[in-house]
């Protein structure tokens, strides 16, 4: 199927306004949840083990659906789609704000996660055949500015509502909103779509789900079970084995689900490559931080969401300015600019301390969100911009399931350090301990006090040695980025079929 790019008259700004809403509801309601995690884990009588499913759960089947979603952008109207999409993440929300017990809970999450997952794909496709490559810079940008106010104002706006209300009203307060933009998707989308002959290839199906969802379990299970659990290596072996099967499969596939030969255009994989080095180094500040903000300097969790606060607001303001400046200069000299801020302020970060003051961690954070902003969505477009127009809803998908991967890989690494790391670290300062206490009486509560004062700096240094990894993470994205180079739309030299010469109308 082949989708004709607007290249003049005007593009379908209801329809990208319906999509952009939709995708930052579905946006907000994740940035909702993650400091909602320890009210939840109280009222349910759930551990971390229990509760970390509603991240995992999301995410594998975020792994499971977005590779389908390729094929699901070339079968099916954007209509279709996305009231699919909407009508699922509203039925979960629903569902997970009436849950008495973690299971319920954790369903609801996981049909939300299926909504989502074809949501953002769908809405980059649009994006991309609805701009021409020279505007499609400040289009993004304005498209990020929407996004970015979730994680904006989601933290903050979660500690308020957990501060005066149950958690469930975390999903109370989306339902009626999501459900509003379902209507509104029913009533203003009109895109009409010739029938597709394609059909979807079951085995390719379960080997995708076997292998991306063996990945992301085993990855995410690594961060509490650890690298030597026979849980996490066979899950990641099976995942890695079917995932090598399905590459193969897909490669020789005249109408694959996944589309792996669009790493020939070597742009695109640049920009892959990048995104996804960077997405593990962005872990860093989004789970190490709030770590050391609320466990190691007692924060209040409103507090923390206001820390978060100038930085998202930065990065989303930015977004418009970055798309700009894409438009004008290419995304070499941002991705370069930005990434060096990046690992100035990442190397600033390993050096926390009990002292560092609220002020500070503000000032950095921020600074650190404003070079972030001038990578992902720069870089993005730039391999985006070298696919043939087939090639899109393959590019979208393939670099959200990327995102989702490096993501796991990101944070499963990051824990593992901080936690192998603060062990470490605790058995030395205890040894210091013991011998400054040799011959001297202490009182069974001071002991006490000094041992939970080692654990504290235990885990402090842990997170700056996490911290000081993505140094050398964002490093590794900063030389890659000297080699992009401007990127010119390549002609799609493979023979299409009839079935895929159909033009879509939104």
Do not use: C
């Given at each position: 199927?082949?989708?004709?790019?607007?290249?003049s008259?005007r593009?379908?700004?209801?329809?990208?306004?319906?999509?952009?809403v939709?995708?930052f509801i579905?946006?907000?309601?994740?940035?909702?949840?993650?400091?909602?995690?320890?009210s939840i884990?109280?009222?349910?009588?759930?551990?971390?083990?229990?509760v970390?499913?509603?991240?995992?759960?999301?995410?594998?089947v975020?792994?499971?659906m977005?590779?389908?979603?390729?094929?699901?952008?070339?079968?099916?109207?954007?209509?279709?789609?996305?009231l699919?999409?909407?009508?699922?993440?509203?039925?979960?929300?629903v569902?997970?704000g009436?849950?008495?017990v973690?299971?319920?809970l954790?369903?609801g999450r996981?049909?939300?996660?299926?909504?989502?997952?074809?949501m953002?794909?769908?809405?980059?496709?649009?994006?991309?055949?609805?701009?021409?490559?020279e505007?499609?810079?400040t289009?993004?940008g304005?498209?990020?500015l929407?996004?970015?106010f979730?994680?904006?104002?989601?933290?903050?706006?979660?500690?308020?509502l957990?501060?005066?209300?149950d958690w469930?009203?975390?999903?109370?307060?989306i339902?009626?909103?999501a459900?509003?933009?379902?209507?509104?998707?029913?009533?203003?989308l009109k895109d009409?779509?010739?029938?597709?002959?394609?059909?979807?290839?079951?085995l390719s199906v379960i080997l995708?789900?076997?292998?991306f969802?063996?990945l992301?379990?085993?990855?995410?299970?690594?961060?509490?079970?650890?690298?030597?659990?026979?849980?996490?290596?066979?899950?990641?072996?099976l995942?890695?084995?079917?995932?090598i099967?399905?590459?193969?499969?897909?490669?020789?596939?005249?109408?694959?689900?996944l589309?792996?030969?669009?790493?020939?255009?070597?742009m695109?994989a640049l920009?892959s490559?990048i995104?996804?080095?960077?997405?593990?180094?962005?872990?860093?500040?989004m789970?190490?931080?709030p770590i050391?903000?609320q466990?190691?300097?007692?924060?209040s969790?409103?507090?923390?969401?206001?820390?978060?606060?100038?930085?998202?607001?930065?990065?989303a303001f930015?977004?418009?300015i970055?798309?700009r400046?894409f438009?004008?200069?290419?995304?070499?000299?941002?991705?370069?600019?930005g990434?060096?801020?990046?690992v100035?302020?990442s190397?600033?970060f390993s050096?926390?301390?009990?002292?560092?003051?609220?002020?500070?961690?503000?000032?950095?954070?921020t600074?650190?969100?404003f070079?972030?902003?001038?990578?992902?969505?720069p870089?993005s477009?730039?391999?985006?911009?070298q696919?043939?127009?087939r090639?899109?809803?393959?590019g979208?998908?393939m670099?959200?399931?990327?995102?989702?991967?490096?993501?796991?890989?990101?944070?499963?690494?990051?824990?593992?350090?901080m936690?192998?790391?603060?062990?470490?670290?605790?058995?030395?300062?205890?040894?210091?301990?013991?011998?400054?206490?040799?011959?001297?009486a202490?009182?069974?509560?001071v002991?006490?006090?000094?041992?939970?004062?080692?654990?504290m700096?235990a885990?402090?240094?842990?997170?700056n040695d996490?911290?000081?990894?993505?140094?050398?993470?964002?490093?590794?994205a900063l030389?890659m980025a000297f080699?992009?180079?401007?990127?010119t739309?390549?002609?799609?030299?493979?023979?299409?079929?009839?079935?895929?010469k159909?033009?879509?109308?939104m």
């Open positions: 199927m082949q989708q004709k790019p607007v290249t008259g593009p379908p700004y209801g329809i990208l306004a319906v999509l952009i939709g995708a579905a946006f907000l309601n994740n940035t909702l949840l993650n400091i909602a995690l320890p884990m109280t009222d349910l009588d759930i551990g971390p083990s229990t970390q499913w509603l991240t995992t759960g999301f995410m594998l975020s792994g499971v977005i590779p389908m979603s390729a094929f699901l952008i070339e079968k099916y109207s954007v209509r279709g789609l996305f699919t999409a909407m009508g699922l993440f509203t039925a979960g929300t569902l997970a009436i849950a008495e973690f299971p319920i954790l369903t996981m049909i939300q996660a299926s909504g989502t997952a074809i953002m794909p769908l809405l980059m496709n649009v994006m991309l055949v609805s701009f021409p490559i505007k499609r810079g289009a993004m304005v498209f990020g929407v996004l970015m979730a994680p904006a104002i989601g933290p903050t706006l979660s500690g308020w957990i501060e005066h209300y469930r009203m975390l999903f109370h307060f339902t009626p909103i459900a509003t933009v379902l209507l509104l998707g029913f009533f203003m009409k779509k010739e029938k597709i002959n394609i059909r979807l290839d079951f995708s789900s076997i292998g969802g063996g992301l379990y085993g990855f995410s299970s690594a961060g509490t079970k650890g690298w030597d659990s026979p849980h996490v290596y066979a899950t990641l072996a995942g890695a084995l079917s995932l099967i399905f590459i193969v499969r897909q490669v020789k596939q005249e109408d694959p689900m589309n792996f030969r669009i790493y020939q255009y070597p695109f920009s490559a995104t996804m080095v960077v997405t593990m180094a962005m872990f860093s500040g789970l190490l931080l050391y903000v466990t190691v300097r007692g924060i969790p409103l507090d923390a969401g206001l820390m978060l606060l100038p930085g998202a607001i930065v990065m930015m977004s418009p970055t798309g400046l438009d004008k200069f290419g995304g070499r000299i941002l991705a370069i600019t990434l060096t801020i990046t100035v302020t190397y600033y050096k926390l301390s009990m002292e560092t003051t609220y002020t500070q961690l503000i000032i950095l954070y600074v650190r969100m070079g972030m902003s001038m990578v992902n969505m870089v477009t730039n391999g985006l911009n696919l043939p127009t090639y899109y809803p393959h979208t998908a670099n959200n399931t990327m995102q989702q991967v490096s993501g796991a890989i990101g944070t499963a690494l990051l824990v593992t350090i936690s192998n790391r603060a062990e470490v670290h605790g058995e030395r300062l205890a040894e210091e301990a013991m011998k400054n206490a040799v011959g001297k202490a009182d069974p509560a002991l006490a006090q000094i041992k939970e004062q080692i654990a700096q885990l402090l240094e842990g997170i996490a911290f000081l990894v993505t140094v050398f993470i964002a490093s590794a030389f080699f992009i180079k401007r990127a739309q390549a002609e799609d030299t493979i023979a299409r079929k009839p079935s895929e159909q033009t879509s109308s």
